[in-house]
Nanobody, 115 residues
Framework: QVQFVESGGGLVQPGGSLRLSCVLSGTIVGIYTMGWYRQAPGKQRELVASISSGGSTNYADSVRGRFTISRDKAKQTMSLQMDSLKSADTAVYYC?????????WGQGTQVTVSS
């Protein structure tokens, strides 16, 4: 059974940093793009950043220049370095493929940016 497991969230002050990690439990065969998503209270889940099998990255306008996505294909892990955090970044962060697979959603990791 394939599932993503996220970790690294927490409470941080505005302007601070966090590094999220995602581990793939199970094996996905083939070439695939991975992504970090987030869902804030009362809002729809949104794509924050993605990284292809070849290492090409894309970012939402709201996080470009502040977040950095990386991936270790051999270890089936992915990270999201988040700097200059804002209160608007408060959300539960998830990882999944792009496009997403419903069965692969994990529990997510809570990120709270507050003073």
């Amino acid at each position: 059974q394939v599932q993503f497991v996220e970790s690294g969230g927490g409470l941080v002050q505005p302007g601070g940093s966090l590094r999220l990690s995602c581990v793939l439990s199970g094996t996905i065969v083939g070439i695939y793009t991975m992504g970090w998503y987030r869902q804030a209270p009362g809002k729809q889940r949104e794509l924050v950043a993605s990284i292809s099998s070849g290492g090409s990255t894309n970012y939402a306008d709201s996080v470009r220049g502040r977040f950095t996505i990386s991936r270790d294909k051999a270890k089936q892990t992915m990270s999201l370095q988040m700097d200059s955090l804002k209160s608007a970044d408060t959300a539960v962060y998830y990882c999944n493929l792009l496009p997403t697979r419903n069965a692969y959603w994990g529990q997510g990791t809570q990120v709270t940016v507050s003073s």
